[in-house]
């Protein structure tokens, strides 16, 4: 008997822990392009620190020897364009 009470007790408390904990808004990472023509690191990681307090990073743009400058930083889950 005192095992199974001990039992109920621990299942009881975790049961009230789990549903105690609320639900948070949880962040994801969004990214943008911010330079179109040409990238050059130093300015694009510059420019997305204090536009999104985010990390810049040149990356192709499809075509051969073009980089585009684009922003990877957190963001909400109501925003559009955020990366899974």
Known sequence: ??????????????????LGISQVNAQHRCTKILYLKGC???????????KDNGNGLCSSSGTICKYVCT?????NLNESNFLN
């Open 40 to 50: 050059i690191l130093y300015d694009c990681k510059n420019e997305c620190s204090k």
């Open 1 to 18: 008997m005192p095992k199974f009470l001990n039992f109920a007790l621990c299942f009881l408390l975790i049961i009230l822990a789990a």
């Open 71 to 75: 922003c990877l930083y957190n963001c």
